[in-house]
């Protein structure tokens, strides 16, 4: 048992080691969760790299929206719920809830 773990384990180095070294020609798919926590985004300003998606996760108990007008909107997060954006460009996304406009929060892109 003992032996198959440690087979296991080397495998995984070898594994990790192939894909550190693809470079830039491949590009691993990267996700981070901004939580709704009852009137506010937390983390208030996270920053991904380009190409991220950030789920915005509602761990409250109302609905919320995640909107830059003209960028992204999730529409509405129903309690429970979550939505995705995918940042393709880089730049500071400043974004609110419209249901609730003094909740704000930032996503950096780099």
Same mark, same amino acid.
């Given at each position: 048992?003992?032996?198959?773990?440690?087979?296991?384990?080397?495998?995984?180095?070898?594994?990790? %080691?192939?894909?550190?070294?693809?470079?830039?020609?491949?590009?691993?798919?990267? /996700?981070?969760?901004?939580?709704?926590?009852?009137?506010?985004?937390?983390?208030?300003?996270?920053?991904?790299?380009? %190409? /991220?998606?950030?789920?915005?996760?509602?761990?409250?108990?109302?609905?919320?929206?995640?909107?830059?007008?003209?960028?992204?909107?999730?529409?509405?997060?129903?309690?429970?719920?979550?939505? /995705?954006?995918?940042?393709?460009?880089?730049?500071?996304?400043?974004?609110?809830?419209?249901?609730?406009?003094?909740?704000?929060?930032?996503?950096?892109?780099?």
């Amino acid at each position: 048992m003992a032996l198959a773990v440690l087979a296991f384990g080397l495998a995984l180095i070898g594994l990790r %080691g192939e894909i550190a070294s693809a470079g830039e020609t491949a590009q691993a798919s990267r /996700s981070a969760t901004v939580g709704v926590v009852s009137f506010a985004f937390k983390p208030a300003t996270m920053t991904v790299g380009k %190409g /991220s998606t950030v789920v915005f996760a509602n761990k409250s108990n109302i609905a919320h929206t995640a909107t830059r007008g003209g960028s992204f909107d999730t529409g509405l997060i129903k309690p429970g719920k979550s939505a /995705s954006v995918r940042f393709k460009q880089k730049g500071t996304f400043a974004y609110h809830c419209t249901i609730h406009p003094f909740m704000k929060g930032k996503i950096v892109v780099d």
